[in-house]
């Protein structure tokens, strides 16, 4: 089978929820991925940010293949000797009490969000039913029912109704507005430290400290969603670390696992996550002993390979690089780490087309936005090869 072979197998088989760029992938080794016609591409998504460790890393490897030796699954209505160590691991990492492990970011999202909610009632005193949530327009959190239900995108809600009430929009950036549209009733305010989805949009600096200070004022929960954020993307543990501000509650996912297997997490402290009470939450598959001894190894591995600095290190000359590039299609190169975003003038879809023509792999977001997350292994070689193809694309002269 060649490369038209099985897309026309999605197309007929898989429901059109996704538009893909077209190239097949069998292989994938560090930051570069084969298709099946043996065709070499420098991945510059990472899978949304959860392969950051590069693709089937060999550590992250030996550790699922030794745990899928001995057990794999046990359910929570056991005690299992992976979780323990993994919970006990992100804990002392990212400088939080506890953890709820579960296996989507959705799914972590829904759970900070049900906390939130908990605290309101038992700690707040918020009136029972009562309590608001205050999320960012151009937010995106997942696709379930709750979390579409405080989405800015009219596509993700269209026809999905009845929504889940309590939810109320701010503009992204904007601290007033948040202060603003506090009231009594509010439990949380959740909030990306940088826009993934929305388009990498990197908000005005100080805006998380006031954020942080306004949530602290008004006994408000300050989730962030760490998700496609954390674990090293913008060359810190957490972006929110760029800001010096402690969340209340953290959800992270993605490259919890190195992309082996989804594995996510909320953390947060006692205060907080200790409401939950045996039967209130829970997941067959989460905390499980094969995506534990997978989420060790991958956050082992951001440690010990030393992924922060090299994110930082790296995405600062990448995004020089891609700044320098003259072009009258991109009106802003911005980021942090290697998460950056090119907003061009014109759709990005068309670029990211040619861009894997050239063996560069990315996607467009936000229509306009072309996204650069490459695995943060990656070497200022590789960051060369890839700029030789990027910088005629986008270079004026070039369509
Ligand atoms: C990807 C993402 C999610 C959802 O994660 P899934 O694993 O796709 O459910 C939530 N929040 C942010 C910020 C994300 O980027």
């Given at each position: 089978m060649n490369s038209q072979d099985y897309m026309k197998l999605d197309d007929q088989y898989a429901a059109h929820t996704y538009h893909p760029i077209e190239v097949v992938i069998e292989r994938g080794e560090g930051v570069w991925v084969y298709d099946v016609d043996g065709k070499r591409y420098l991945d510059c998504l990472s899978a949304y940010s959860a392969v950051n460790q590069g693709h089937c890393n060999p550590r992250i490897m030996q550790a699922a293949i030794e745990q899928m030796k001995r057990v794999t699954l046990t359910s929570r209505a056991f005690?299992?000797?992976?979780?323990?160590p993994f919970l006990k691991q992100l804990c002392e990492l990212t400088g939080y009490e506890m953890a709820v492990p579960m296996n989507t970011g959705a799914e972590a999202v829904e759970t900070a969000l049900k906390i939130a909610r908990k605290w309101g009632y038992q700690v707040k005193g918020v009136p029972d039913n009562e309590a608001e949530i205050i999320a960012c327009e151009g937010n995106f959190a997942g696709r379930t029912t709750t979390i579409?239900?405080?989405?800015s995108e009219e596509q993700y809600k269209a026809d999905f109704g009845p929504l889940t009430p309590g939810f109320k929009l701010v503009p992204y950036g904007d601290a007033d507005a948040l202060a603003a549209a506090i009231t009594p009733n509010t439990v949380a305010f959740i909030v990306e430290p940088i826009q993934g989805e929305g388009g990498v949009n990197?908000?005005?600096?100080g805006y998380l400290k006031r954020v942080a200070e306004?949530?602290?004022?008004?006994?408000?929960?300050?989730?962030?969603?760490e998700i496609q954020t954390g674990l090293g993307r913008t060359g810190t543990l957490l972006c929110s670390d760029h800001d010096g501000?402690?969340?209340?509650?953290?959800t992270l996912g993605k490259a919890l696992s190195g992309g082996y297997y989804p594995v996510s997490a909320v953390v947060a402290d006692a205060s907080i996550l200790g409401l939950f009470r045996p039967g209130d939450h829970g997941s067959t598959f989460g905390g499980n002993p094969l995506g534990s001894a997978v989420a060790r190894a991958a956050l082992d591995v951001l440690i010990d390979e030393k992924l922060l600095d090299r994110s930082r290190e790296l995405g600062e000359y990448f995004m020089g690089r891609l700044r320098r590039i003259e072009s009258d299609i991109i009106k802003e190169v911005r980021g942090k780490g290697l998460l950056i975003g090119v907003e061009l003038t014109v759709?990005?879809?068309?670029?990211?087309?040619?861009?894997?023509?050239a063996g560069v792999l990315c996607k467009d977001t936000h229509g306009t936005v072309a996204r650069f997350a490459p695995p943060l292994v990656i070497s200022k070689d590789e960051i060369d090869w890839a700029m030789e193809r990027i910088e005629p694309i986008f270079s004026n002269g070039h369509r």
């Open positions: 005690y299992n000797d992976q979780m323990g579409i239900s405080f989405s990197v908000p005005p600096a306004i949530c602290a004022a008004n006994n408000v929960l300050f989730i962030a969603d501000v402690r969340p209340d509650i953290v759709e990005a879809r068309p670029y990211c087309d040619a861009l894997r023509d």
